[in-house]
């Protein structure tokens, strides 16, 4: 006797079923067998034996999927598709002449929620379907009382001419009217309330409040009849014309139609499209900072997954020095030092800046004693406009996205008033055009991947993954690894994206543990010491990574059930699972090589993963000083003069701006100022370089290759025909509540969408704290009107907690 596991993804909890489509068609399973013994199956056969609920015995077979692993596909024969419980049994036959035979496995065919059969366990199908089921029911009832209210459409036409003759008995019919629309608000909040409740509960009210309105319906409906014999139908059926927004329609058909049908569907059509929702839906995500915590996911697969290349380049690796105060600026990343001896202390960079353009600009403050605040801001000789700025020794990483207000010349960094005393050092200062999250240091150009190899990563809730620790510890003021042999550590460090974790243990640690917090350019900025068996920490405000170690040998830790998660409450406890992946690309030599960057000038013009193909669609070239320049004259202003290059592959662009570069800005088609950058030709394939001409020992073509010995300049632009590659499969697991997904691209965080396979019944929680914002919307209710309005509502409350995100 052996069980079988049936494994994703057509397992949910109890249940075995098909994906989608018909069985007739698709009517294959896969699962595991598990004998107890060996699980090879190599050179054996397959035997399935089908009863049917009539007792007929059909023969069928297993195919070997994974022989070494016991993976195999069942197949259901169509005869033993046959509605109602059904007995499976598998018998295996080893090569080796050994037999196993699996007990009895019940499977139950029902017509499902889509187009042909699906096949569960011996349990009912969960919510959904008894849901559907009552909102079916709901959705006839409405169906009844519409069929009602159409037939008195014929009467219409008499009652208005009538209607005006009965001001007495309307009188009388608007004060029982009243009464009777205090009584549909009632029961209008009862059944709100009633949604509002549990999931778990949600069957037993909805029905409770489905009884509850198909009595009320038939006594209202009742009143109309009553009422219409009591000569009082004039008024009320002129009163049925009004809808619920108050809005008294020309004929009783038009205001039915006002108040059913939504857009250009009908009650009837979403309840029908409610009839092909599936118990789990594909969502879709998107990130642009290089990971997202993906909530409600299922044990699955990452599908659809999509990136996108970047280039950005940091306008102050090559800024020139303007001004310097008590200041020093030291190399390409502009480490600067400000000393303040009862004086002011300030560097600027000249950079052109236009009013309305948008920037980031990120810095880290290693050292700060002075006794006043410093700016990051920009402006001119004589005026300045803080963008960040950081108070008396105050230190970490700062980074914020601006718009400019007004034409600028300078950043400036540094303190601006007399008087103060202290030393300021702020590094890796980074600054780049529009808006960029998470703005990690780079110097000149970089793209995603950065000319590193590109990983994707998915995990659950437990950052702790035993195979990453290792023997070593620490340096609780340094944040850097030391040797320890009694101690150990994580040998890797873990994003974060929320503000608060929660570590845990199973029982009391073996030694004090600590919790180390990094910033986006991995510099330490603190740790948490502690040897409780839970504690939530709050995280710094710029911490986005984090490292673990305990005072204790490797081999004791891991005896321990240890969990690291992403919250404010400790939860159950899970094993930490990962899947981790390289991007290769096969070459055109027919190896498979890491792809190394993605580059972009925007999301439309630019590298891209997607579909199981690399698309390269942007080229990036050093210009040193050797290629076949030609001065244009055409171009040449008072203060600059141009020189252009013919280049073949890249492709024409009338707006001129499909070209970067790390020392020149894009200029497109502002390329007539008066001002050094970079443009295309509008007309053909090369660029033009507009450079200041007293920049040049001599204002010709070689006078500029000389430069551009001396200056290298990288430019990066779009190619004129893509070349596509094939990508290895990327086909990265998702995990149960909670999936993360990160990429290791370097300084430049990618672009990214994907879809994550989620639980309906899931959103149906989410969204009931929703539904209490229906009740201002609710429809308003009149005699003649109440048993349409009323099923309508209960109709529409149970379509909006069920519909899931459009996709």
């Not at 996108?308 to 306008?315: A, P, R, T």
Request: proline residues 2%.
């Amino acid at each position: 006797m052996f069980t079988i596991d049936f494994t994703k993804p057509w397992l949910y909890k109890d249940i075995i079923y098909f994906n989608q489509g018909n069985l007739s068609t698709n009517n294959t399973l896969r699962c595991k067998l598990v004998t107890g013994g060996s699980d090879d199956f190599t050179g054996g056969s397959i035997a399935c034996t089908f009863t049917t609920k009539d007792s007929i015995e059909i023969s069928g077979f297993g195919k070997l999927v994974d022989a070494k692993n016991g993976i195999i596909d069942i197949v259901f024969p169509s005869n033993s598709l046959v509605v109602g419980t059904n007995k499976l049994e598998v018998l295996v036959n080893r090569a080796d002449g050994g037999v196993a035979q699996s007990p009895p496995i019940m499977y139950d065919i029902w017509q499902g929620l889509t187009t042909g059969n699906g096949v569960e366990a011996e349990t009912n199908y969960p919510i959904l379907i008894e849901l559907i089921n009552s909102t079916n029911e709901a959705s006839n009832k409405a169906n009844l009382a519409l069929n009602k209210a159409n037939s008195m459409i014929t009467d219409v036409t008499d009652a208005i001419d009538n209607a005006y003759r009965s001001a007495n008995e309307a009188d009388i019919a608007t004060s029982n009217a009243n009464t009777k629309i205090e009584e549909v608000e009632t029961a209008k909040t009862e059944m709100i309330k009633q949604v509002g409740n549990s999931i778990a509960n949600m069957k037993v009210e909805t029905n409770t409040a489905i009884d509850n309105m198909v009595s009320k319906t038939d006594e209202k409906i009742t009143d109309v009849n009553r009422a219409i014999a009591a000569g009082t139908k004039d008024l009320e059926v002129k009163e049925s014309r009004k809808d619920a927004n108050g809005v008294v329609h020309d004929t009783l058909e038009q205001r039915l139609k006002s108040d059913l049908i939504v857009g250009d569907k009908s009650l009837k059509d979403f309840v029908v499209d409610m009839n092909g929702m599936k118990e789990t839906q594909d969502l879709a995500y998107e990130t642009n900072t290089g990971y997202k915590v993906c909530n409600d996911t299922q044990v699955g697969t990452i599908k659809d997954l999509k990136l996108y290349g970047k280039s950005l380049v940091n306008e102050l690796t090559y800024a020139y020095k303007d001004y310097q105060l008590g200041s020093l600026i030291d190399g390409l990343n502009k480490k600067v030092t400000l000393n303040c001896t009862n004086s002011a202390s300030h560097s600027w960079f000249k950079k052109d800046i236009k009013n309305g353009e948008v920037w980031t600009v990120s810095f880290d403050v290693l050292e700060n004693t002075l006794d006043a605040y410093f700016s990051f801001a920009y402006g001119d000789s004589s005026t300045h406009t803080p963008i960040i700025t950081v108070n008396s020794l105050e230190k970490g990483h700062f980074e914020k996205t601006f718009t400019c207000s007004k034409d600028s010349n300078i950043f400036k960094i540094g303190q601006f008033n007399q008087g103060k005393n202290g030393e300021v050092v702020i590094d890796n200062i980074c600054l780049v055009r529009n808006q960029v999250a998470n703005l990690n240091y780079f110097e000149g150009i970089a793209s995603v991947g950065n000319g590193n190899e590109i990983e994707v990563l998915s995990r659950n809730k437990n950052l702790l993954n035993y195979n990453d620790l290792e023997v070593g510890f620490i340096d609780s003021s340094t944040g850097l690894n030391t040797v320890s042999n009694d101690r150990c550590r994580t040998n890797d460090f873990y994003i974060v994206e929320s503000k608060n974790i929660c570590i845990s243990f199973d029982d009391t640690p073996p030694g004090a543990y600590r919790i180390y917090e990094y910033d986006i350019n991995k510099k330490f900025i603190k740790e948490t010491c502690s040897t409780d068996i839970s504690k939530i920490i709050n995280l710094n405000a710029s911490t986005k990574y984090i490292k673990f170690s305990c005072v204790a040998t490797l081999d004791d830790v891991k005896n321990f059930k240890i969990q690291i998660e992403e919250s404010n409450i400790k939860t159950n406890f899970i094993n930490s699972k990962r899947d981790k992946k390289p991007i290769l690309f096969k070459d055109t030599d027919g190896a498979w090589k890491p792809i190394t960057e993605l580059r972009g000038i925007d999301l439309n013009r630019c590298d891209t993963i997607e579909n199981g193909k690399f698309k390269n669609r942007i080229k990036e070239s050093v210009l040193n000083g050797v290629e076949n320049y030609v001065s244009d004259v055409v171009a040449n202003q008072v203060k600059t003069i141009a020189f252009a290059l013919s280049i073949t592959d890249r492709k024409v662009d009338v707006n001129r701006d499909n070209i970067i570069s790390d020392k020149f800005k894009t200029l497109g088609i502002n390329f007539t100022r008066d001002e050094e950058g970079i443009f295309g030709y509008g007309g053909g394939s090369g660029f033009v370089i507009r450079i200041n001409r007293d920049r040049l020992e001599t204002q010709d073509i070689q006078g500029f290759k000389k430069w551009l010995q001396l200056n290298n300049v990288t430019i990066v632009y779009e190619l004129s025909q893509e070349i596509v590659y094939e990508v290895n499969p990327l086909d990265l697991q998702s995990f149960e509540n909670e999936t993360m997904i990160a990429f290791g691209s370097g300084a430049i965080a990618p672009h990214a969408s994907w879809k994550i396979t989620s639980s309906l019944p899931n959103f149906v929680k989410e969204l009931s704290n929703k539904i209490k914002q229906l009740q201002d919307q609710v429809y308003k209710t009149n005699v003649a009107n109440f048993a349409v309005a009323l099923n309508t509502l209960d109709t529409k409350l149970r379509l909006d907690r069920l519909e899931a995100p459009q996709m």
